[in-house]
């Protein structure tokens, strides 16, 4: 017997009487499951129903406010990456499938876009209430499908998505344009923000629940429909996220898509959407580029990242590697602002590198549930095969002073790891890992410290640690990076934004110039007499 809870959530002639929504044994959302009856309802906190079934768990497309299957009937298998063991599958969303998700969102655009900034704010607070009503399912779902650690994804990732979708309900109201005099003689010019319409978006698997949080609420703020996808390996939270929304928003307002490479790539080519939004790799973001721009649409791109924080000599060390750890080893690496790149003052680098591989050796990774690791596994076998890799391909100048190992026991677990003595043209001085790998440079002064922060394709964040505040100032202006942080690292809030320079991005998430980026400007000019 397994343990579900299920529901339904609308009635619709071409589903069929047994589909069902599911949130049993496995956290998530849909799978055709029979019928229960009442009187089976077990486990308090989640009103289950026991059901006499041991199908694995099917995820479903919801679109227009139902989930649907696809025409193909392909299907991705679903691993748990904390047990390495398959779970479920969710489905392959090929041309015809995108195609009528894409008209189902634009048949929902002209009345989305005509409703008020006051009826998108009260649907926005609602989505929030209603995150932090199914927190716990939130919590589970993306725990299922990323292997992070419980604690974090309910004391910090939900929290910043939930924050986020408030802070987009505000300022739905609050997208102002501008008023001008009579630049034309008689006559009077006003600029005002309008939907773009259909939106298109695909997220990465580092940050699920959080990211399409917030790429959904700036797009719904100001008055545009979506279509999202999530990573082919991380769907679950995004689904339920969407199986939310689609309570609180009119029918094809929210939808999402599942589905690989392929997938995105239809909705690229897709005539009906004016923005595409993708948080994925350099090599991702040009494509996309690439693709939009022969259509001449807009492109939201949030690319990689390769952080570099710069430890000077009257840093606090101890401090800056208490936090420099926890940036660089938390959800194990597999985040684009990571610090991964440490470069440190000739004056305090051997206690730098002292205290950061103490500091690597006790942090364990392990399961969601486990309550002393510190971090957890990484995304798939692929993405554990990438960090060993690199490290193979260490030069022999680099030192290995903690980690540097997979884990023998079921799951796709790496050792923190860090390599000391990196130079600056080195391979993982200058790529992205996505994995819990930290390099140590030396560096003798400011200036150099500068030329090799900057040295590298990305510019996303830095950090400067520092107890010099002209300095601190000085460099925040001259590193090349969308946010610099002094003396902490890796603390993001939904009032400022998310940007980046060089290959990292060129868009701006949360905050007010997030919303903006979801509008497009009209000018109106009135001509009332000479």
Not at 92 to 99: I, K, L
Not at 303 to 313: C, D, H, N, R, S
Not at 321 to 346: E, I, K, M, P, Y
Not at 478 to 483: E, I, L, R, S
């Amino acid at each position: 017997m397994c343990v579900r809870r299920t529901r339904l959530i609308r009635d619709q002639p071409w589903h069929g009487e047994g589909l069902r929504r599911n949130w049993g044994g496995g956290p998530g959302p849909f799978t055709q499951v029979p019928k229960c009856p009442l009187s089976q309802r077990v486990t308090p906190g989640f009103r289950a129903w026991r059901c006499g079934v041991t199908t694995a768990l099917q995820l479903e497309n919801v679109v227009g406010g139902v989930r649907t299957g696809t025409l193909a009937g392909e299907v991705l298998p679903l691993v748990d990456p904390s047990t390495g063991e398959e779970f479920g599958t969710s489905p392959v969303t090929r041309w015809m499938d995108v195609d009528a998700a894409m008209h189902v969102a634009a048949g929902a655009c002209e009345s989305w876009a005509s409703t008020t900034p006051q009826d998108r704010q009260r649907a926005l607070l609602a989505l929030a209430e209603a995150m932090e009503s199914r927190a716990e399912d939130l919590v589970s779902a993306e725990c299922r499908v990323t292997g992070k650690q419980r604690s974090h994804v309910a004391e910090v990732e939900l929290p910043l998505a939930v924050d986020a979708v408030r802070f987009y309900a505000s300022a739905a109201r609050l997208l102002e344009g501008g008023a001008a005099g009579e630049y034309v003689a008689g006559s009077t010019s006003f600029a005002r923000r309008e939907p773009i319409g259909v939106v298109a978006q695909v997220t990465s698997w580092t940050h699920p629940l959080l990211l399409a949080a917030s790429k959904i609420a700036p797009a719904v703020a100001a008055g545009n429909t979506v279509v999202i996808k999530p990573a082919e390996t991380t769907p679950l939270s995004t689904l339920l996220l969407v199986e939310l929304a689609a309570e609180h928003f009119p029918p094809g307002v929210v939808n999402v898509i599942c589905g690989d490479r392929d997938s995105g790539r239809a909705m690229v080519a897709h005539a009906v959407p004016g923005m595409f939004s993708i948080t994925g790799t350099v090599r991702s973001g040009m494509e996309v580029a690439g693709a939009v721009a022969a259509d001449l649409k807009r492109a939201h791109l949030q690319l990689g990242g390769k952080a570099p924080a710069l430890v000077f000599e009257d840093a606090d060390v101890e401090a800056a590697a208490d936090r420099l750890c926890a940036a660089a080893f938390g959800n194990a690496g597999q985040s684009c602002t990571a610090s991964s790149r440490v470069l440190v003052a000739d004056e305090v680098y051997d206690e730098m590198v002292d205290a950061v591989a103490r500091r690597a050796r006790w942090m364990r990774p392990g399961p969601p549930e486990d309550i002393d690791a510190a971090f957890g596994p990484l995304n798939s076998a692929g993405q554990r095969d990438v960090v060993e890799s690199h490290l193979d391909r260490l030069p022999a100048h680099a030192r290995v002073v903690a980690g540097g190992r997979r884990l023998d026991r079921p799951g796709f677990f790496h050792e923190a790891t860090v390599v000391a003595d990196m130079e600056q043209e080195d391979e993982l001085v200058q790529h992205e890992v996505l994995g819990p790998v930290m390099s140590l440079q030396r560096f003798s002064g400011e200036q150099q410290a500068l030329e090799w922060a900057n040295g590298v394709r990305y510019g996303l964040v830095a950090s400067v640690w520092t107890r010099d505040h002209a300095r601190a100032m000085r460099l925040s202006r001259q590193v090349q990076a969308g946010t610099v942080w002094i003396n902490t690292h890796d603390q993001v809030v939904a009032e400022m934004p998310h940007s980046g320079f060089k290959h990292s991005a060129s868009a701006r998430d949360f905050g007010r110039f997030g919303l903006e980026e979801y509008s497009r400007v009209k000018h109106v000019l009135s001509h009332w007499g000479e």
